[in-house]
């Protein structure tokens, strides 16, 4: 019987769409599932028998503080002996922040006494959804083929949209316009293999920082556009710079060597005047100006 109960929780827990990883009582991880492996790209050939603070998923919260050593849901749950619940960002395998919900669990065994914790966590609705969207745009060749989001030509059609929704709809709808520092310095000094590594974690993790409704491009070369719907001064400030933060703390591994990465970003709310050439160039001097003040920064306007 405990056999067969066993077995019973091993396939139910490697058939949800929910990553679980167990650890003991030194955060050592005896247990990953396969949605643990798709949502981090991480094997658990990989990731067994090392601790969850070993340079793996170095979870943050939005102002980008390492939890690992200070705030770790895991050993919260431990101590405490009951579930801890937070919202926070790992780091993927590719170097994307990927914001995810955590719900820690304490193990005890007969006696009671806690010998480890299960770790649930899952990305949501919203990312699925956006991934499926952008997949039916790959018929209408509106597809960035390095990066895997929108282009430049989607990105173009949908501005013009958010414009029209402001002036038609009274909607408050915001822009941000993103430029990897010092782009070109990281593609001559390691080439342009680990360059498009860096395109892609950076698209990956504010694709995966978005709402459904909301929309990211590579508008070109190293720049990407974000559209943000329904959102206020105060919470587009807000939100560009948490993203600013986690794309700070997102990293390219180059031979054990971490190769971080950031970022200039211009933000406004779309005007009811705009055109796509004026606001794309409103947000591309408010990046400029923080390209000329020290970088890794954001400027509203």
Not at 148 to 159: A, D, F, G, V
Request: proline residues 2%.
């Amino acid at each position: 019987m405990k056999k067969a109960m066993k077995k019973y929780y091993e396939t139910a827990a490697e058939n949800t769409v929910d990553g679980i990883y167990f650890v003991d009582r030194k955060r050592k991880i005896l247990y990953w599932n396969k949605a643990a492996e798709e949502i981090t790209g991480y094997k658990k050939e990989e990731i067994i028998n090392k601790r969850c603070f070993d340079n793996i998923l170095r979870h943050v919260d939005e102002n980008g503080t390492l939890l690992c050593f200070t705030k770790c849901p895991l050993v919260r749950a431990m101590e405490k002996g009951e579930i801890v619940s937070e919202n926070v960002y790992l780091h993927d395998k590719n170097g994307a922040r990927i914001p995810v919900n955590v719900e820690a669990i304490p193990v005890r065994n007969r006696k009671g006494e806690i010998v480890g914790a299960v770790e649930r966590f899952n990305q949501g609705w919203g990312l699925p959804l956006i991934r499926e969207n952008i997949q039916k745009l790959q018929k209408d060749a509106f597809i960035d083929q390095l990066t895997q989001i929108p282009n430049r030509r989607y990105l173009e059609i949908k501005i013009d949209e958010a414009i029209k929704e402001v002036n038609l709809l009274n909607k408050s709808n915001g822009f941000l316009f993103i430029d990897i520092d010092d782009f070109k310095k990281l593609n001559d000094t390691y080439g342009h293999l680990i360059g498009d590594r860096v395109l892609r974690a950076i698209a990956q993790t504010i694709l995966s920082n978005i709402k459904p409704h909301d929309i990211v491009g590579r508008y070109g070369g190293e720049e990407f556009a974000v559209i943000l719907k329904d959102i206020d001064e105060e919470n587009l400030k807000k939100f560009t710079n948490t993203l600013r933060i986690l794309i700070n703390n997102s990293s390219i591994d180059i031979d054990g060597r971490e190769l971080s990465i950031t970022t200039s970003i211009g933000c406004t709310l779309i005007r009811k005047d705009d055109t796509i050439q004026s606001l794309i160039a409103r947000a591309d001097a408010l990046m400029y100006e923080v390209k000329k003040s020290g970088k890794n920064n954001c400027k509203f306007g």
